[in-house]
């Protein structure tokens, strides 16, 4: 196990199954949307649906298990004291929880008053959830890359929300904006300086750990983070008076650099000591190649204006983002860091080893590989959707199994964590 780990800091366990446990219920409600919507919810980017669509995947599965990974990755990996995690999971989540559904609500219904009050609500969550998180990240005495990427994440966190939070009231009250631009900048920072970010600081940490893979080259995670936040900026100022044109400019290295960082990953995994993939390892690679095709997409709708005039090119590249890239990598580090930490929290009941049950028995590798290639299936319908509507209800259904059957793999192994721990107590009150 991984030296540095401080596992006498480790949240209890409910901390980030809570999280966890409630991401895959987004995903099924996304699915579920589109199999009732239909293909006319695809044709552009700004339809209600495809709003709604993409806020269940940004603010619902993605959110809830980023910030349930947070929360205990910070105190374990990276030594930082999170204050009072259970307390800030109780309140935390049930905000985002009522945020989310009032904003979509909002958006599919095109009810600015429901999308209004989604605002204060998450203002007051994720404001609370980055001074938390940032105190306890700039007080830890750890240093590195990855600790330096989950500081700039967390900025990106916040910079998202208050984007979107001016966006929210900019239509509701009618005022004067660069709506376009600024939803622009919104989903650069969102998928970028905060998702892509985090998944970059964490994967420096992981990947080589539970992937047993060489670790990133130093000079490319000295590079990666900083070179990724000077390109958001300068793609923001397209927000600015007479600045967008050369501000799109950043459109391109910004590709590279991110098919660098997959490009990287897939090399490291090729690489690796452990040849025999498991669906945790498949998912990143799923995850990588998917970020390699979003890449080469984005570049040809740049290079390209009369592809980039279909509408349908905007919508190709969010599902690729969302459901290729972002739902892949967190489906596969939760079926990593859920039984890992069921072993954890089982072995620091003081039971003997024996007793304590290896981490394979928690999901059981038939169930994450079957769900895995449904999730794969779902991605390619929902791909396949963008361009022949008709496969949207069957895309929305397969995404919608996919997620439910996440959800219950991880909750299976739950179960299986609290049977384990009552068996260990009650082997230990009988000695």
């Known amino acids: 196990m991984h030296s540095s780990l401080s596992f006498d800091q480790a949240p209890p366990i409910s901390v980030p199954y809570r999280f966890f446990l409630a991401a895959p219920l987004f995903g099924v409600m996304a699915g579920i949307l589109l199999a009732w919507s239909g293909g006319e919810s695809l044709a552009s980017r700004w339809t209600p649906e495809s709003l709604a669509l993409t806020h269940l995947l940004a603010l619902g599965f993605m959110l809830q298990a980023m910030c349930g990974a947070l929360l205990q990755f910070i105190p374990v990996a990276v030594g930082g004291n999170v204050w009072r995690p259970a307390l800030v999971a109780n309140t935390l989540q049930p905000l985002l929880l009522l945020a989310t559904l009032l904003l979509v609500a909002g958006l599919l219904f095109n009810r600015p008053g429901l999308s209004s009050a989604a605002v204060p609500l998450f203002l007051l969550g994720v404001g609370g959830f980055v001074v938390i998180v940032s105190l306890s990240l700039w007080q830890t005495p750890a240093t590195g890359m990855t600790l330096w990427t989950l500081r700039a994440a967390i900025g990106g966190l916040a910079l998202t929300v208050l984007l979107g939070a001016l966006l929210v009231e900019a239509l509701a009250q009618g005022l004067a904006v660069p709506v376009v631009e600024l939803t622009n900048v919104h989903l650069a920072w969102g998928l970028g300086g905060w998702a892509l970010m985090l998944l970059a600081g964490v994967s420096y940490y992981v990947v080589p750990m539970f992937q047993l893979t060489r670790p990133y080259l130093l000079r490319f995670t000295r590079w990666f983070g900083p070179l990724l936040l000077l390109l958001l900026l300068a793609w923001s100022a397209q927000v600015l008076p007479d600045a967008a044109p050369w501000s799109r400019l950043a459109a391109l290295p910004l590709l590279l650099l991110v098919s660098a960082y997959a490009g990287m990953t897939l090399w490291l995994q090729h690489t690796r000591r452990r040849k025999i993939h498991d669906a945790t390892s498949i998912y990143f690679r799923v995850t990588m190649l998917c970020m390699l095709v979003f890449s080469i997409s984005g570049a040809t709708i740049v290079l390209s204006p009369e592809i980039g005039a279909d509408p349908r090119g905007a919508v190709w590249l969010g599902v690729l983002a969302f459901a290729g890239i972002f739902v892949s990598a967190i489906s596969g580090m939760m079926y990593k860091i859920v039984p890992f930490l069921s072993w954890l929290h089982l072995q620091r009941l003081g039971a003997p080893l024996s007793a304590v049950p290896n981490m394979n028995r928690m999901i059981a590798a038939d169930a994450m590989t079957g769900q895995l290639r449904l999730h794969v299936l779902a991605v ?24 439910a059957w996440l959800g219950w793999n991880l909750l299976v192994a739950v179960r299986r964590y609290l049977a384990f721990r009552d068996q260990i107590r009650a082997a230990a009150s009988h000695r």
């Open 380 to 403: 390619v319908l929902l791909l396949s959707a963008v361009w022949q509507p008709a496969l949207a209800r069957l895309a929305g259904l397969m995404f919608a199994a996919s997620c």
